[in-house]
C-alpha cells in the first residue's frame, strides 16, 4: 500500500531534549515536505526536500532541522524543542517529474507533539 | 501573511442537500488548486484538485469550481452525506510545481452533514 509513515503518533517531552520525528515513503517520491498544523493558522511548511541531499527551509523553519540522506526518508529534528513547537506534525510526500506536472502532496497520519 | 483563506470555520447541512466550502486566495501567481479532506487523528488526504486553465473540475459527487479573476475557489459536494462529515482544507500552488514550489495551506472549514 501507498503511505506515508510517521512515527511516533503522540509524544511528549520536556523543554530542550533533543526528539527526532521520523517519515517514510514508501512511493519513491522525490519530494517531502513537513508541516505543522496549529489553530487558526492551517499548515504551515517547515522544511521541504526536492531530492536526496537536497533541502530549502519552509516558511516556519526556526528550531527545526531535517537532513534527506535515503529518497524515502525525511526526518525532522528538534534540537532543544521549547513549549511554542508543540503543535501537530505532518509529513508529506510527491512526484515531481515532468509528466507529472501539477501532482498532490500524500500525507502522513501526523505526530502529535506537546512540549513542556 | 495567509496567501489561502477560507473564511467559514464550520458549515452545517442536512444530508442529501449541497456542501459548499469556500476558498479565497491573494497570489495571482497560484496555479494549481487542490482540496483536502481530514478526519480527525488522520492526516489530509487529497480530494480534488484544478489548474487554472479551466474553471470546473467534476469527480463524483464533488466538483471544484474556479474564479480567477475573483481569486476564488469553491468545492461544491452534491448530495451531502454523513460520511462527509470532515475538516476541509484548500490549498495553492505556482508553476512550476516540479521545482517543489510550495503549497500554501487555508485554516480549513468544518463540515458537519447532519443525518
Known amino acids: 500500500e501507498a503511505q506515508v509513515t510517521q512515527n511516533p503518533r503522540y509524544l511528549i517531552t520536556v523543554t530542550g531534549k533533543k526528539l527526532t520525528v521520523t517519515c517514510s515513503q514508501n512511493?519513491?517520491?522525490?519530494?517531502m515536505s513537513w508541516y505543522r498544523q496549529d489553530p487558526g493558522l492551517g499548515l504551515r511548511q517547515i522544511y521541504y526536500s526536492m531530492n536526496v541531499e537536497v533541502t530549502d527551509k519552509g516558511d516556519v523553519p526556526e528550531g527545526y532541522k531535517v537532513s534527506r540522506k535515503e529518497k524515502r526518508n525525511f526526518p525532522l529534528i528538534l534540537e532543544s524543542p521549547s513549549p511554542n513547537q508543540t503543535s501537530l506534525y505532518f509529513c508529506a510526500s510527491r512526484t515531481i517529474w515532468l509528466g507529472a506536472y501539477n501532482s498532490p502532496l500524500h500525507f502522513g497520519n501526523g505526530t502529535r507533539l506537546t512540549v513542556t | 501573511d495567509q496567501q489561502v483563506k477560507q473564511n467559514s470555520p464550520s458549515l452545517s447541512v442536512q444530508e442529501g442537500r449541497i456542501s459548499i466550502l469556500n476558498c479565497d486566495y491573494t497570489n495571482s501567481m497560484f496555479d494549481y488548486f487542490l482540496w483536502y479532506k481530514k478526519y480527525p487523528a488522520e492526516g489530509p488526504t487529497f480530494l480534488i484538485s484544478?489548474?487554472?486553465?479551466?474553471d470546473k473540475n467534476e469527480d463524483g459527487r464533488f466538483t471544484v469550481f474556479l474564479n480567477k479573476s475573483a481569486k476564488h475557489l469553491s468545492l461544491h459536494i452534491v448530495p451531502s452525506q454523513p460520511g462527509d462529515s470532515a475538516v476541509y482544507f484548500c490549498a495553492a500552488s505556482s508553476t512550476p510545481s516540479n521545482t517543489g514550489n510550495q503549497f500554501y495551506f487555508g485554516t480549513g472549514t468544518s463540515l458537519t452533514v447532519i443525518p
Open positions: 512511493m519513491n517520491h522525490e519530494y
Open positions: 484544478i489548474s487554472s486553465i479551466k
